[in-house]
């Protein structure tokens, strides 16, 4: 039996000083093992390598994805840092590229092999599993129990445990017994022991084992990749906390039995994708590497592949919805939207995770999603490997995406995939009106549950957003997500605590919705805790117990029921001509008054008006009805210039690529009498007495109403919507499925 310390599995996060819990001694049913191939074994067998060579030969596609491949692998050998700079993440790369290419070429050695087997000579000489992964492991000493040996983190071990399990498999006719003893002792006493024993003992407690958020995916998948790689090898385990004196196949047998019961709790990946898209795809991408190591050594049809295999309809196609036509992501909570350079904008390829839309592709035979996959995957501007300059997350396409390669699928594939769609998991919604134009409208809105903010509720990357949206139009993202902007990422100070939300980012404030403030604050004010504007049902408001003990929270009170946290989406039109979604906001603000009715509808606009976007919201008088003079803020994040006059504002664009290009944000209606445009730079917005800020080179719009008067505040945003908007017949919400968002 294995006792269990599941880490916090961040980067760069630094833990408190506090006293451990009682660890979980954890009784993972015992699921029948088939007997395992030989090496290689693991993600892709001599017959997939066949497949795929096949493949080059025949495919112009294929070949043109095997010589970018080949172009990285001979960067990476040459020693040039913009290719490899190991450290874990990109070490994981080199494994799947100079692996992919030395099997690929066939011969039991080759430059491929000889490179990568240098480097490992190199990087597994230490016995300390910093050296390891390149010295960048972010260690903790152990608090409690034996405090002489350091804990990795969890997700850096994740990484490192697919990293070896994968270089000991796909390199293994290659190694010498030397080579073969030093990296499988390694991968027994340094990595799976730690897994077994604890990542660290700072943090332990059944929340970590039970999550289903990323770090599941990280840190079993991982480890259950890694105890493939050498459960049929001889020899004994290096014993540890409750596991003494197993030998190497049954202490491996029982890190798969483990994890195998951890990664049950994603539901087949789908509730990664809670945290965001970009954590989601990172999670997920983890995971994904452990079903198909279990396909390839169980095989396709085991009872184990099928448990684990991704079937849940939001995984099929989300990769397709979640990003615009300017190539950047519909992000949430703490995923980054790769608008990185408001100058350069964004490259197409960015944080797309080509390999893995390609292996959904695969599986479900989706010849829309394959063509996309494809077409993202030989981008000239996606390069190989790169990693999110907020994230830190690594992606490693082009090894990965040919491993998945298929020739499915084609433009008039895509052309019939319906232009907009509803997804209950995660409540989000997508509106588009092209696939194949650059310049297409496109709106992504959510709602959610944000009972995730809290600890031991699921995951805490999530943000005070629900209602929020993003908005591509002419080729250029008007409206943008922020993702985590806390000035040390999440090193700072209780960022995995509920003082999270003292730090910009994560707060409502920083999002395309809703804030409430008394009516002497002009503009929100960090300074001053009065006119800090209000947060959603799950922070800031109810009482200050039940404050983590796992971290110092000592400014924002955690609401104790947090279950009504939950924004759905109540309508959604299937309409092609009309599309639109509506946001039940009625749980989403802890002022509101009870039963009340607060909603927010999205729709793009008819042709004639250049399909563009209108946002309607209603109920605004209900949050603290007692009070009136609460002012009632709607926000719009953008890296445009803007300009306000009389009624609107002007969005200039500021990329190289749509220079020139405008959008007006303009109100439709007069439902929220004394309607006023302000715009302010977000860098100037900061709580600095809290945990600091960084400059983010994006100004807020903000239209700021008298909340108790305002019956619907609707605004239009689109190509001189600043002279059209005030003609639209605006429809009440309750009549959009009926007559439309417009007569």
Avoid at 143 to 160: E, F, H, T, W, Y
Avoid at 370 to 386: F, G, I, K, N
Avoid at 516 to 534: G, I, L, N
Wanted: aromatic share 8%; charged share 15%; hydrophobic share 40%.
């Amino acid at each position: 039996m294995l006792v269990l310390f599941v880490a916090w599995c961040s980067v760069g996060f630094a833990a408190a000083a506090v006293d451990p819990l009682t660890p979980i001694r954890l009784k993972p049913k015992s699921h029948s093992l088939p007997p395992l191939p030989p090496h290689p074994r693991l993600l892709a067998l001599p017959a997939d390598i066949a497949r795929l060579n096949k493949a080059i030969g025949s495919s112009a596609e294929a070949a043109a994805a095997f010589a970018k491949l080949a172009l990285h692998g001979e960067c990476i050998i040459s020693g040039n840092r913009s290719c490899h700079n190991s450290n874990s993440a990109t070490s994981l790369d080199l494994v799947y590229s100079l692996g992919l290419l030395h099997r690929l070429d066939g011969n039991i050695t080759t430059k491929w092999s000889e490179f990568a087997l240098k480097y490992f000579d190199h990087e597994l000489q230490s016995a300390d599993i910093a050296r390891a992964c390149g010295g960048n492991c972010s260690v903790l000493e152990a608090k409690g129990g034996d405090n002489s040996r350091p804990r990795q983190m969890g997700l850096k071990s994740g990484i490192l445990a697919q990293q070896l399990g994968i270089a000991y498999d796909w390199f293994h006719h290659a190694m010498s017994a030397a080579q073969k003893k030093k990296m499988k002792d390694v991968i027994v006493t340094q990595i799976l022991n730690l897994y077994a024993e604890g990542l660290s003992a700072a943090f332990v407690g059944e929340i970590w084992w039970r999550t289903s958020g990323n770090f599941n995916g990280c840190i079993n998948g991982g480890a259950f990749i890694a105890a493939l790689a050498v459960m049929d090898e001889p020899g004994p385990a290096a014993g540890g906390a409750g596991i003494p004196g197993s030998t190497t196949k049954q202490f491996a047998h029982d890190v798969i039995q483990l994890s195998l019961e951890s990664m049950l709790r994603l539901q087949g990946g789908i509730t990664i994708f809670k945290e965001g898209y970009d954590y989601g795809s990172f999670g997920f991408g983890n995971y994904l590497a452990a079903v198909r190591a279990a396909e390839t050594a169980f095989g396709q049809d085991s009872t184990i592949a099928k448990m684990l295999a991704p079937k849940h309809e939001e995984l099929a196609r989300n990769r397709l919805y979640n990003i615009g036509p300017t190539g950047q992501l519909f992000s949430w909570a703490d995923s980054a939207t790769c608008s990185q350079n408001p100058v350069l904008g964004c490259y197409s390829g960015a944080n797309t995770n080509e390999w893995q839309s390609m292996a959904m592709a695969r599986r479900n035979k989706d010849k829309a999603m394959a063509y996309v996959a494809r077409q993202r995957a030989l981008d000239p501007l996606s390069p190989c490997e790169t990693q999110d300059p907020q994230s830190g997350h690594l992606k490693y396409d082009c090894a990965m995406a040919l491993l998945e390669w298929t020739n499915l699928g084609s433009k008039q594939d895509l052309e019939a995939v319906p232009l907009v769609k509803r997804y209950n998991f995660t409540q989000t919604g997508f509106l588009l009106s092209s696939w194949s134009s650059p310049t297409a409208s496109y709106v992504a809105f959510k709602g959610g549950d944000n009972a995730l903010q809290q600890l031991h509720k699921d995951t805490t990357h999530s943000h005070a957003d629900q209602g929020s949206f993003v908005f591509d139009q002419l080729g250029y993202r008007w409206a943008n997500d922020l993702g985590n902007v806390a000035p040390s990422g999440y090193s700072s100070k209780g960022y995995f605590a509920m003082q999270k939300f003292d730090v910009f980012g994560p707060r409502t404030l920083s999002h395309n919705t809703l804030t409430f403030a008394p009516a002497d604050c002009k503009q929100p004010d960090y300074e001053s805790a009065r006119c800090a504007p209000s947060q959603d049902a799950c922070t800031e408001q109810g009482s200050a117990k039940g404050l983590s003990p796992l971290f110092d929270t000592t400014r924002t009170p955690i609401k104790q029921d947090a279950t009504t946290c939950e924004a759905k989406i109540s309508e959604f039109s299937t309409d092609e001509t009309r599309s639109f979604g509506i946001v039940n906001l009625a749980d989403s603000y802890t002022l509101s008054a009870p039963g009340a009715r607060m909603m927010r509808g999205l729709a793009l606009l008819p042709a004639k008006y250049q399909r563009s976007l209108l946002v309607v919201d209603e109920g605004a008088q209900h949050v603290l009805p007692q009070n009136d003079t609460l002012l009632l803020q709607w926000h719009l994040h953008t890296f445009a210039n803007v300009s306000c006059g009389k009624g609107f504002c002007t969005l200039l664009a500021t990329s190289n690529q749509s220079k020139g290009v405008a959008v007006d944000v303009a109100i439709a209606d007069s439902g929220c009498p004394g309607s006023v445009f302000t715009v302010a730079e977000v860098q100037n917005m900061a709580n600095r007495s809290a945990m600091g800020f960084k400059d983010l080179g994006q100004r807020r719009l903000t239209l700021t109403a008298p909340a108790k008067s305002c019956r619907a505040l609707a605004v239009a945003i689109g190509p001189r919507a600043g002279i059209w908007a005030k003609r639209l017949a605006v429809n009440a919400l309750g009549d959009w499925a009926r007559q439309g968002p417009v007569s």
